[in-house]
């Protein structure tokens, strides 16, 4: 019977630590990380590792519900699957667990973990419009939405560049530059003159 954790973030500029550290509090044995991964894709690579490895008696747990996904109905597919193959879970910050050996959190969790998931997509939904409406804003002034462009002459891209020359990985650079990983990647994707 094993203790297993699941930690996500959605973008590669954000940082999984805390989650870490309060699974690894919480005694998970193994801690699976999906880094840059929205929780509305229900195929994501490190949970879909943990769910093939999963046993009767084992436990997952994760930091908030909205990490294992922000999808009402995925998420309540996924704690019916685990239910199904005898599956504990807990959730460390909504206060959550289910047992369905013992029936612990019962009909109670069940409601609550749907409340929660259903307020969770919500608030994803909402942030999809605010974003689409900033956009077509945009457009009807003129302007570009989105990220703005980067060419090779940019000081940063040059300044990548040269700290990678220099040896620095692609985090260190980022943190010396004051950009995500992923951004230094770009960065050093794109060929100097």
Known sequence: MARLGYARVSSAEQDTSLQ???????????????HGVSGARASRP???????RLSRGD??????????????RNLLELLDAFKERGIKFRSLRDGITTDPDTELGGAMA?????????????ERDQLSERTRAGM???????RKAGRREVTAG??????????????????DIGRVIGVGRATVYRYLSLDLD
């Open 46 to 52: 490190e949970l879909d590792r943990m769910l093939d």
């Open 110 to 122: 069940q409601a609550m973990i749907t409340i929660i998931s259903a307020f969770a997509q919500l």
């Open 154 to 171: 940019h000081p940063n891209v040059k300044r990548a560049h040269e700290l990678k020359a220099q040896g620095l990985k692609p985090a």
């Open 59 to 72: 436990e997952v747990v994760v930091w908030k519900l909205d990490r294992l996904g922000r999808n009402t």
């Open 20 to 34: 870490i550290r309060d699974l690894e509090a919480a005694g998970c044995e193994r801690i699976y990380r999906d």
């Open 136 to 142: 077509a804003a945009a457009a009807a002034n003129g």
